[in-house]
């Protein structure tokens, strides 16, 4: 993982080690009790997750298998088509993660998050003849396009 999302940026400041991460007795029965957890994902995401040549890849995808690889948890990840399925199977309990979504308030209902692992700015793009868009409230009354069932459709 390293090679392929960090070691293009930054080389030889981090290198991944092969070591088990340190379990807590509750973390441990937790997985006992769970021994095979239900990841479930788009396959539209790239980077962060997608589905090419028969597999799914992405940084997602990678962050979890390493996690899988570290605390020696049992899992594969499924493919949902639209993302709302995703977070509905998760508030029914028919699905126990995803490894690729963004916190709000109204997740927090249902979920509960790791921290983040990765933070990138959204942007508002326009068109070269229009002034610098520093405040989503100068938006209001204007036409937008936007991603249906994506966090900047929560957002703005």
């Known amino acids: 993982m390293y090679d392929k999302w ?3 940026y930054i080389k030889d400041t981090l290198k991944e ?9 509750k973390e441990r029965e937790i997985l006992i009790k769970n021994s095979n957890l239900d ?4 396959g539209s995401w790239p980077p962060f997750s997608s ?3 028969n597999k799914l890849e992405g ?11 570290k605390t020696l948890i049992n899992s594969e990840c499924r493919i949902e ?10 508030k029914e309990g028919k699905a126990d993660l995803t ?4 916190i709000t308030e109204d997740r927090l209902k249902y979920a509960n998050f790791s921290k983040p692992y990765v933070s990138y700015p959204i942007a508002v793009a326009t068109t070269i ?12 009354g204007k036409k937008k396009l936007q991603l249906e069932n994506h966090i900047a459709h929560i957002i703005f």
């Open 129 to 140: 003849d229009k002034r610098y868009i520093s405040k989503t409230a100068s938006l209001i």
């Open 59 to 69: 940084i997602s995808i990678d962050y979890w298998n390493l996690i899988k690889k």
């Open 17 to 25: 080690d092969s070591t088990l991460v340190s379990l807590s007795k």
């Open 51 to 53: 589905f090419e040549n």
């Open 6 to 8: 960090i070691g293009i």
């Open 81 to 90: 088509e639209k993302f709302d399925n995703i977070l509905n199977l998760i």
């Open 39 to 42: 990841c479930v994902l788009t």
């Open 99 to 102: 490894v690729g979504t963004t």
